[in-house]
């Protein structure tokens, strides 16, 4: 998930709002509603900057020539396009 302080440190969020993001999956992995999902998230040093052109090459590129590879070798990470997804806010 793009800005990833905005995730689980609300000291840092955007207008000091975290997403909620770990106790909405856990209330809805109780309800059986979702698979186990892993959210990594991406902290960025200038979104303005990395999520819009032409900086945005380098963060794409990055994500999925960088990020990616080390989860799926650090964590038990299944399946490949069809089981992946990128989310965020905004920009």
């Known amino acids: 998930m793009q ?7 609300p000291e840092e969020a955007f207008a000091g ?3 909620h993001v ?14 186990k999902v892993v959210v990594i998230g991406v902290h960025s040093g ?5 999520y819009t052109k032409p900086g945005y090459e380098a963060y ?3 994500v999925v020539e960088e ?3 080390v989860a799926r070798e650090r964590l038990r990470l ?4 069809g089981e992946t997804g990128v989310m965020g806010s905004s920009l």
Request: glycine share 12%.
């Open 46 to 50: 200038d979104r303005m900057a990395e």
């Open 22 to 35: 770990d106790e909405s999956l856990h209330l809805l992995d109780g309800m059986n509603a979702i698979d």
């Open 78 to 81: 299944i399946g490949g396009p």
């Open 3 to 9: 800005d990833g302080k905005n995730l689980f440190f």
């Open 67 to 69: 990020i990616l590879p």
């Open 17 to 19: 709002q975290e997403w």
């Open 60 to 62: 794409g590129r990055s």
